[in-house]
């Protein structure tokens, strides 16, 4: 079975910069959707950005539109997330996913099958 493992998170300032990483243990097909989610505490987990088809599309939250940039590796089965200029609400625990099947529904997390242990993202003022 497939597992997705996380990493790259920590404590950072408002305005600096984290790169996080989840790598599969082993071969994601090249039309499933790579994915980011995040939870706060109390808070339900949201949508952060997606990568569908091979690199072909991505897509954002409006909270993260210009600051977060999704990619992937396809022959490293990994997929990457570059923080930016971040603020202390984008602190949460933050969860890679795949879809295995590229549903259209990207952002939602029922659309999902496999997922990470998670890595936690604090940003401090």
């Known amino acids: 079975q497939v597992q997705l493992v996380e990493s790259g998170g920590g404590l950072v300032q408002t305005g600096g910069s984290l790169r996080l990483s989840c790598a599969a243990s082993?071969?994601?097909?090249?039309?499933?959707?790579m994915a980011w989610f995040r939870q706060a505490p109390g808070k339900e987990r949201e949508f952060v950005a997606a990568n569908r088809w091979s690199g072909g599309s991505t897509y954002y939250a409006d909270s993260v539109k210009g600051r977060f940039t999704i990619s992937r590796d396809n022959a490293k089965n990994t997929v990457y997330l570059q923080m930016d200029s971040l603020k202390p609400e984008d602190t949460a625990v933050y969860y890679c996913a795949v879809d295995r099947w590229g549903s259209e529904s990207y952002y939602r997390k029922q659309s999902y099958d496999l997922w990470g242990q998670g890595t936690q993202v604090t940003v401090s003022s």
């Open positions: 082993g071969r994601i097909l090249s039309r499933s959707t």
